[in-house]
T-cell receptor, first 114, second 113 residues
Framework: AQSVTQLDSQVPVFEEAPVELRCNYS??????LFWYVQYPNQGLQLLLK??????LVKGINGFEAEFNKSQTSFHLRKPSVHISDTAEYFC????????????FGGGTRLMVKP | ETGVTQTPRHLVMGMTNKKSLKCEQH?????MYWYKQSAKKPLELMFV???????ENNSVPSRFSPECPNSSHLFLHLHTLQPEDSALYLC????????????FGSGTQLSVL
């Protein structure tokens, strides 16, 4: 069985500053990796996903993430955040032979301050 | 708007009540999911339906009963719930294959008194 750990429950950052949200996973088999975002009072939306190929994945809204197999990490980054990026961010993993069964991390609340 | 609609948005119920949560998608998807989102806990997958057949029941108590009458509709029937069942219940849908993007509804915020 796989698990996902998001090391920071909250990340405060000033507008236009860079940000990194950390995600580590554990699994005994190959995995697919995802980042979802949840804006207040809304459901989750897919930001980006890693399936195979290039380890640097670009997503929507200027976010990107890098898959590091040796460190079993999939950290999310953005070089310059906006107030509108304030939301909850979830890292998720699914095992390659497990269909679409996602295991989510506990989430990281990104708080962008003016 | 993601194309997945959940009703009601908020629900307050007593422990002896029976209620149902409804989810509807018009995206032509074949898989539908129920997730539970509790404060300070990761999202928990509850049930999965693929082509109207339940393919996953993640050790959910029997006081939660899903129903999928067709590929566009998914219900979660609730009865004799406990206060610890208070949470945001999220419905999602996907094409039904592997690595598919999930489309989530806005959720039903459930409070059990």
């Amino acid at each position: 069985a796989q698990s996902v750990t998001q090391l920071d429950s909250q990340v405060p950052v000033f507008e236009e500053a860079p940000v990194e949200l950390r995600c580590n996973y554990s699994s005994s088999v190959s995995v697919y990796l995802f980042w979802y975002v949840q804006y207040p009072n809304q459901g989750l939306q897919l930001l980006l996903k890693y399936l195979s190929g290039s380890t640097l994945v670009k997503g929507i809204n200027g976010f990107e993430a890098e898959f590091n197999k040796s460190q079993t990490s999939f950290h999310l980054r953005k070089p310059s955040v906006h107030i509108s990026d304030t939301a909850e961010y979830f890292c998720a993993v699914s095992e390659r032979d497990a269909g679409n069964m996602l295991t989510f991390g506990g989430g990281t609340r990104l708080m962008v301050k003016p | 708007e993601t194309g997945v609609t959940q009703t009601p948005r908020h629900l307050v119920m007593g422990m002896t009540n029976k209620k149902s949560l409804k989810c509807e998608q018009h995206l032509g998807h074949n898989a539908m999911y129920w997730y539970k989102q509790s404060a300070k806990k990761p999202l928990e997958l509850m049930f999965v339906y693929n082509f109207k057949e339940q393919t996953e029941n993640n050790s959910v108590p029997s006081r939660f009963s899903p129903e999928c009458p067709n590929s566009s509709h998914l219900f979660l029937h609730l009865h004799t719930l406990q206060p610890e069942d208070s949470a945001l219940y999220l419905c999602a849908s996907s094409q039904g294959g592997f690595n598919e993007k999930l489309f989530f509804g806005s959720g039903t915020q459930l409070s059990v008194l």
